[in-house]
């Protein structure tokens, strides 16, 4: 099975998403996929669901994710926009971030299991290999979310 395969299904990638490009660097300690899309997609509206065509694509964007065996991973992809008439130049929410997060959502939702059980954001930090900002910014969301 090739690595673009494999990552593709172990990130739960669905049409029309797919994992263009796998890259491991051992001397860094690191795995960087890039995520395209397929041609000719019909993206919904984030705001109002509405189909329309792309209009243009960010520029690429970067979310850490889940680590693979020890190498941490990260997930590259450039997110399309579209042009609603209701709601102006948007961009269309991704299946694995929320729309302005740097971590996908496993890796979100990794954090905040490990700052429930040992309670510091320091303890956290060292574990998984974050800044303090990096860790304290995704409490915060999650605590926006519980609200």
């Given amino acids: 099975m090739k690595a673009t395969d494999l990552f593709s299904r172990i990130l739960g990638l669905t ?3 797919f994992v263009e ?18 041609p000719g997609v019909r993206w919904s ?5 509405r189909e329309l065509a792309c209009r243009d694509h960010t520029k690429p964007r970067g979310w850490r994710y ?16 579209v042009d609603c008439p209701e709601h102006g130049e948007v961009q ?20 905040i299991d490990v700052l429930t059980e040992h309670a510091t954001v320091t303890g956290t930090r060292r574990i998984l290999r ?12 999650a605590v926006r979310r519980g609200r």
């Fill in 130 to 141: 974050l800044t303090w900002d990096e860790a304290w910014g995704v409490l915060e969301r």
């Fill in 45 to 49: 509206c984030p705001t109002c669901g």
């Fill in 15 to 17: 049409e029309p998403w």
């Fill in 66 to 81: 889940l680590d693979t065996c020890q190498f941490k991973t990260f997930l590259h992809a450039r997110v399309s926009r």
């Fill in 92 to 111: 269309v929410k991704v299946p694995w971030a929320e729309s302005k997060g740097r971590f996908t959502l496993l890796m979100e939702r990794l954090i």
């Fill in 21 to 38: 490009v796998v890259d491991l660097d051992t001397v860094e300690g690191r795995v960087d996929i890039r995520v395209e899309h397929g």
